[in-house]
């Protein structure tokens, strides 16, 4: 069936580096969503799109966060210079007219 | 800030029995959602129930939702094995495309 696709499912890196995530929402759905879960628990809104405008950007942490839905391209959620506490499952999350989210399987960022 | 608050934290019982869930909520919402998480696994879409509604069923789910007490339930009946995962409830506030603001779910264990 459909599915929003999230890549890597994994992805390790030293404290400082770049980390990049990946979302693919299912195709048709025209708002896409980034939540942060840190330790199994709460998840965070990070940041939605419209299509490949900013929605609502609200939980971003301004000085190291960026994220991009460009057309015809996977949404993105990029963070600089990774710190510890940036270790978490990044889920991304698909939607058509913002009512029924299809989650996707998330991606595990660990900063060592 | 977190907008759900769900009680119990954890839960654990035997097999064949029923589960019950609360969670409550500060704002006023158009809707509120129970999803499921498996451990390490995305979330899974349970039930949607309006603000216009007081109860919705599907298969052996049951949620309620008491917009005077800002409170939701979601009842699993004879539950099994396979039911052991984490619950959440989440809210949308808004119109069209909003934000999901998810409670801190619940631990459901069944025991064979």
């Known amino acids: 069936g459909e599915e929003v696709a999230q890549t890597p499912k994994h992805l390790v890196r030293g404290e400082g580096q770049k980390a990049k995530l990946y979302c693919a929402p299912i195709?048709?759905?025209?708002?896409v969503f980034w939540y942060q879960q840190v330790l199994k628990n709460e998840f965070k809104f990070l940041i939605s799109f419209q299509n490949e405008n900013v929605f609502d950007e609200t939980g971003m942490p301004k000085e190291r966060f960026s994220a991009k839905c460009l057309p015809n391209s996977p949404c993105s959620l990029e963070i600089q210079a990774t710190k510890l506490e940036d270790s978490a499952v990044y889920f991304c999350?698909?939607?058509?007219?913002?009512?029924?989210?299809?989650f996707g399987s998330g991606t595990r960022l660990t900063v060592v | 800030s977190q907008q759900g608050e769900e009680d119990p934290q954890a839960l654990s019982i035997q097999e064949g029995e029923n589960a019950t869930m609360n969670c409550s909520y500060k704002t006023s919402i158009n809707n509120l959602q129970w999803y499921r998480q498996n451990s390490g696994r995305g979330l899974v879409h349970l039930i949607l129930i309006r603000s216009n509604e007081r109860e919705k069923h599907s298969g052996r789910l049951r949620v309620t939702l008491d917009t005077s007490k800002k409170s939701s339930s979601l009842l699993i009946t004879a539950s099994r094995a396979a039911d052991t995962a984490s619950y959440f409830c989440a809210t949308d506030a808004g119109q069209g495309a909003q934000k999901l603001v998810f409670g801190q779910g619940t631990r459901l264990t069944i025991n064979p």
């Open positions: 195709k048709g759905h025209s708002y």
């Open positions: 999350a698909s939607s058509q007219a913002g009512v029924g989210y299809t």
